[in-house]
């Protein structure tokens, strides 16, 4: 069993710490504030191959493994998660489902630019009566011989507004369940497909999330990614990556917020000593150092296990139920620490405090993955 990171992981994740200080830092405040896509930012990612991390150099991808891609996850998100959901979505969800389970001229024409960081993607599985639930689909596709016709409304999709391709699940026969869904990939700019207005959220507010309307959007059935009815599983497969994606996130929020938290801790004095040597605020951090060390061997395990090949889904879930949850009492614990200052913006605790939340919430809540750790172990 090895600790250690190789060199060039070590590369990697120095290169995502200088670009999250350089590049995302200045003015994360500001896009917090005024929900600004971080467009500038994200063009950057795309040019250092952090858009398409783990595709395969052939379809322009870095080639990289699951281990490299939380690394940078981590990284980014201890200074903007709205720039790192990104990341995780055109990632773990749209590149690593079109990967995996596209033809060969889907990867072409689709892959290899959202690879190189060119164009966005968005993944289109909730709606209005169907998070959770994900068998319980309303937007249909119906089988028109050449094409499917698309209805429905899609809700909270990361990347609404910016994305340029989006992996849209569909019901397509209602009378098989499960079984009766599509996968479609959908164009941005095809007839009858609008954006709703962005979502005003509490946190992760520089990311783009909106409703999607579809109303008979002529989607050509060479746009159907594996066979007929294989919709819910090409989600739920894809799922079980994005959960590694989200818990890295979770990680790097909490990290940041722990980070902040002890170097205010050994700066700001209270009767004569910094505030770090009273055991009541060193206790705090011990809690916090083990709690995300723990989290961190967590998500390190199920990347492992998914560059191993072997099953991740049990993993991914503890990473993802088991980092959201300390990533919220982290921040938590951080505003706590910096006192009235921790209100501020300017210190910034705050801000992971509000991304935190959704953590707990995105790729399935707590409670869901309650579900699904708790399926593998009685299997």
């Avoid at 079109?98 to 892959?111: D, G, R, S, T």
């Avoid at 993993?315 to 938590?332: I, P, Q, R």
């Amino acid at each position: 069993m090895d600790f250690q990171f190789s060199e060039e992981h070590l590369m990697i994740q120095q290169a995502a710490r200088d670009f999250a200080q350089t590049e995302l830092k200045p003015g994360v405040i500001e896009r917090d504030e005024q929900q600004k896509f971080p467009a500038e930012q994200v063009k950057k990612l795309g040019e250092l191959g952090f858009m398409g991390m783990m595709v395969d150099p052939k379809y322009n991808g870095a080639g990289l493994d699951a281990i490299s891609y939380v690394l940078v996850m981590e990284e980014l998100s201890k200074i903007d998660a709205s720039a790192s959901v990104v990341v995780s979505v055109n990632n773990s969800l749209v590149c690593y489902g079109l990967e995996a389970y596209a033809n060969e001229a889907q990867k072409e024409k689709y892959l290899k630019p959202l690879a190189a960081g060119e164009k966005i993607g968005a993944f289109c599985l909730s709606e209005p009566e169907a998070g959770s639930d994900a068998t319980s689909q309303h937007t249909t596709a119906k089988d028109m011989g050449d094409y499917y016709l698309l209805n429905g409304t899609k809700n909270w999709i990361t990347n609404g507004n910016s994305a340029s391709t989006y992996l849209v699940i569909a019901q397509t026969h209602p009378e098989k369940g499960s079984h009766g869904i599509n996968a479609l990939i959908v164009e941005k700019g095809m007839e009858g497909f609008t954006v709703g207005a962005k979502e005003n959220k509490l946190g992760i507010r520089g990311s783009d999330t909106h409703s999607l309307m579809f109303t008979d959007v002529k989607v050509p059935k060479e746009n159907r990614i594996g066979e007929d009815g294989f919709g819910f599983a090409f989600a739920m497969k894809t799922l079980e990556g994005g959960r590694i994606g989200i818990a890295a996130q979770a990680l790097g929020i909490a990290s940041g917020a722990f980070e902040l938290a002890t170097q205010y801790s050994k700066e700001r004095k209270t009767f004569g000593k910094p505030i770090s040597e009273h055991q009541a605020i060193a206790f705090k951090l011990a809690d916090m150092a083990t709690e995300i060390e723990a989290a961190r061997l967590l998500v390190l395990k199920a990347a492992w296990l998914k560059d191993q090949g072997l099953p991740y889904a049990q993993a991914s879930s503890m990473a993802k139920l088991f980092a959201s949850e300390v990533a919220m009492k982290a921040t938590v614990e951080a505003v706590q620490i910096h006192g009235g200052y921790g209100f501020v913006k300017e210190y910034h605790v705050e801000r992971l405090m509000r991304d935190a939340k959704i953590t707990q919430i995105y790729e399935g809540t707590s409670e869901i993955q309650k579900v699904v750790i708790s399926r593998e172990i009685l299997r």
